[in-house]
């Protein structure tokens, strides 16, 4: 059975760090994009960032460039998102997701097919 699980959300002030994984198992992505969205309360989800399979490329929402650096680790089978200089704007869910095919850069939800079970990430002003 594929999974993907995040881990590492958590509360921050403003200004701080944090760093999610996601981990894959049941099967590799490493042939496929993967992203990273979030999705605030009474909010519709929104695409954070994306990396190509091979790592070679990366694409970043412009409210998190910058800030946010996407990465995978092909040995570990993981896709993390280190998020830098966090501000309020950015608590939500966060969540990560597996490409349906293989196309560059892909940003749109519904052409993720893979997607784990979510994050928090709190950021206090």
């Known amino acids: 059975q594929e999974e993907l699980i995040e881990s590492g959300g958590g509360l921050v002030q403003a200004g701080g760090s944090l760093r999610l994984s996601c981990a894959a198992s049941?099967?590799?992505?490493?042939?496929?994009?993967m992203g990273w969205f979030r999705q605030a309360p009474g909010k519709e989800r929104e695409f954070v960032a994306a990396?190509?399979?091979?790592?070679?490329?990366?694409f970043y929402a412009d409210s998190v460039k910058g800030r946010f650096t996407i990465s995978r680790d092909f040995t570990k089978n993981t896709v993390t998102l280190q998020m830098n200089s966090l501000k309020s704007e950015d608590s939500a869910a966060y969540y990560c997701?597996?490409?349906?095919?293989?196309?560059?850069?892909?940003?749109?939800?519904?052409?993720?097919?893979?997607w784990g079970q979510g994050t928090q990430v709190t950021v206090s002003s």
């Open positions: 997701a597996a490409a349906s095919r293989r196309r560059w850069p892909i940003y749109e939800a519904d052409e993720y097919e893979y």
């Open positions: 049941g099967r590799t992505f490493s042939y496929v994009p």
């Open positions: 990396i190509r399979w091979d790592g070679g490329s990366t």
